[in-house]
């Protein structure tokens, strides 16, 4: 909740704090910072941050837009480098793909999950189920938010130029990202998960016990890919 986060600058979330003093902001950046710092321990956290400046700027509405440089770039030595990306252009495909869960994929969700009031209900239920809400600021932000969001979706629908039916936006987008995988790997990243593979993996996974993921699951081709997200995810194959 906003009190929560009141005493930062940075609005959104997630924000990482590291030792009481060390700020990372945007989930893409935080993913990038932690994962130069596993492999390369001679940097320290406040050396690699220092690579994802921050940008300012202000929108077509005249609204402050922050950004940040670099952020699907790992901070890496060229010997590094090779050694995460044996593949020949396995490094640009990552990036291209990181950046399409953040510029398009996640656009996709709130249009879905919102889509029906009833859908729009069922997804506030889970929200105040999951989160820190008092009896009576639970069934207000439940019943308002569900109608809020039912209404922002419409719009969101709109300034992303959606279909009218917003499913097939997420069944294309899905079945896109599989048709990347191709049949002779098991994820993006080959034998194992690579950082387009958990991006939009966490994309997807917000949607898990709604009706959106169920339809999505059962009219797309990314049940296997994801049981295998799952499983890798449980197995903490993603370790250094």
């Not at 009833?118 to 932000?141: N, P, Q, T, W």
Request: with cysteine; glycine share 6%; net charge positive.
């Amino acid at each position: 909740m906003r009190q929560e986060i009141k005493w930062s600058e940075y609005r959104k979330v997630p924000i990482v704090v590291l030792n009481g003093t060390v700020q990372i902001n945007d989930s893409s950046v935080i993913i990038s910072a932690l994962k130069t710092y596993m492999i390369s321990r001679e940097k320290t956290v406040p050396q690699i941050i220092i690579c994802y400046p921050e940008l300012r700027s202000k929108n077509e509405k005249g609204k402050e837009v922050v950004e940040y440089s670099n952020k699907y770039w790992l901070m890496l030595t060229e010997s590094e480098s090779k050694k995460l990306y044996p593949e020949k252009d396995s490094q640009k495909e990552e990036m291209k793909w990181r950046q399409w869960a953040d510029d398009w994929l996640v656009h996709l969700i709130s249009p879905n999950v919102y889509r029906t009031p009833s859908e729009a209900l069922a997804s506030f239920d889970y929200i105040v189920r999951e989160g820190k809400f008092g009896s009576l600021e639970g069934v207000f932000a439940k019943y308002m938010g569900a109608v809020a969001m039912y209404f922002i979706s419409k719009r969101l629908k709109s300034r992303h130029n959606l279909q009218d039916d917003v499913r097939q936006d997420l069944y294309k987008a899905v079945n896109q990202w599989v048709s990347a995988i191709g049949k002779k790997r098991k994820f993006m990243g080959g034998n194992q998960p690579n950082l387009a593979d958990l991006a939009v993996y966490g994309v997807l996974r917000v949607m898990e016990g709604l009706q959106a993921f169920e339809d999505m699951m059962e009219n797309t081709k990314v049940k296997t890919w994801y049981g295998r997200m799952d499983k890798a995810i449980q197995l903490h194959e993603g370790k250094m």
